[in-house]
T-cell receptor, first 114, second 115 residues
Framework: GENVEQHPSTLSVQEGDSAVIKCTYSDSASNYFPWYKQELGKRPQLIIDIRSNVGEKKDQRIAVTLNKTAKHFSLHITETQPEDSAVYFC?????????????FGKGTHLIIQP | GAVVSQHPSWVICKSGTSVKIECRSLDFQATTMFWYRQFPKQSLMLMATSNEGSKATYEQGVEKDKFLINHASLTLSTLTVTSAHPEDSSFYIC???????????FGSGTRLTVV
């Protein structure tokens, strides 16, 4: 089955600086790579995702890059703000006519220092 | 957008009793439902996958007789935790897929505490 590794487990950055979280996956059949932000006791909130036919995707301050050859993908947050503080999870799955369940990384606790 | 309603949001039950959690897709047909469990300060772990009208497929290590999943309609899936024990205390969350919707739609989660 799929295995997703996520690093770092905790990331502390100064407000306004950039944050980068990295994930690797093991199953070359995976073609869908979402990133979720989760606040305590709440459902995961999709912040950005990327499909395997795309190398990079950007949405305002958030971007995701994917290297299929190396099987790794990264989340980039620029100009960080206090409200970016949360736990972030990467995930991988296969999406087609049907779908596999998501395999999640262990999460990164992002702390934005004022 | 796609919405999945999950109930209850929290439940406390006595050890040995059973608890049912419901997930309803409100504006789309959920052909596939995924059930996850999340222990405190840990990641979400897939427990099982169910397709409407079929038996659920359980992940390794998840007891199918303990976690009963029913997906009898395209808008409703239930997870019943049978003979609950304190170690079953966790955050349970469903996620639905349809043939037409992009990605996965998560329910709001259920905090189960077994005392």
């Amino acid at each position: 089955g799929e295995n997703v590794e996520q690093h770092p487990s905790t990331l502390s950055v100064q407000e306004g600086d950039s944050a980068v979280i990295k994930c690797t996956y093991s199953d070359s059949a995976s073609n869908y790579f979402p990133w979720y932000k989760q606040e305590l006791g709440k459902r995961p909130q999709l912040i950005i995702d990327i499909r395997s036919n795309v190398g990079e995707k950007k949405d305002q301050r958030i971007a995701v890059t994917l290297n299929k050859t190396a099987k790794h993908f990264s989340l980039h947050i620029t100009e960080t703000q206090p409200e970016d503080s949360a736990v972030y999870f990467c995930a991988a799955s296969w999406l087609g006519g049907g779908a596999d369940g998501l395999t999640f990384g262990k999460g990164t606790h992002l702390i934005i220092q004022p | 957008g796609a919405v999945v309603s999950q109930h209850p949001s929290w439940v406390i039950c006595k050890s040995g009793t059973s608890v049912k959690i419901e997930c309803r897709s409100l504006d789309f047909q959920a052909t596939t439902m995924f059930w996850y469990r999340q222990f405190p300060k840990q990641s979400l772990m897939l427990m099982a996958t169910s397709n409407e009208g079929s038996k659920a497929t359980y992940e390794q290590g998840v007891e199918k007789d303990k976690f009963l999943i029913n997906h009898a309609s395209l808008t409703l899936s239930t997870l019943t935790v049978t003979s609950a024990h304190p170690e079953d205390s966790s955050f349970y969350i469903c996620s639905a897929r349809s043939q037409t919707n992009y990605g996965y739609t998560f329910g709001s989660g259920t905090r189960l505490t077994v005392v």
